[in-house]
């Protein structure tokens, strides 16, 4: 009798400890992810274009925090070329930005391309 006792306190123990971690992960992961994104969960860092200079080389215009910045890529460097300061061209760089990957988007995308497809 004195065994299975101590098997069920045992077992009962390491169930509260799981559950203790296992709620002190779910509020880590919280208060991580209320950090890290912004209150309207807009994106601080937004890819408004880029095109390619060469062999894996690329230039691309990023808007982070409402400022426009133009920088240099390439697999193992970032370059700051410079920086938009002309707010009617903020304006405009920031309005023409491709609107952000929604996976509705992507469908519709396909779905449209292949309806053309088919009317040729």
Do not use: Y
């Not at 880029?50 to 990023?62: E, I, N, Q, T, W």
């Not at 697999?75 to 405009?92: A, H, I, N, S």
């Amino acid at each position: 009798m004195e065994m299975w006792e101590s098997v069920v306190r045992m077992v009962s123990a390491l169930g509260i400890v799981l559950a203790l971690i296992l709620g002190l992960l779910a509020v880590a992961r919280s208060a991580v992810g209320r950090r890290l994104l912004p209150v309207g969960g807009a994106p601080v860092v937004q890819v408004l274009g880029s095109g390619p200079l060469g062999s894996r080389k690329h230039v691309a215009v990023v808007a982070v925090a409402g400022e426009v910045f133009i920088l240099g890529t390439t697999p193992t460097d970032l370059v700051p070329l410079g920086k938009v300061t002309d707010p009617e061209q903020v304006k405009r760089l920031m309005a023409n930005a491709a609107p952000l990957f929604t996976p509705a988007a992507s469908c519709d995308s396909r779905a449209s391309g292949q309806e053309a497809s088919r009317a040729q």
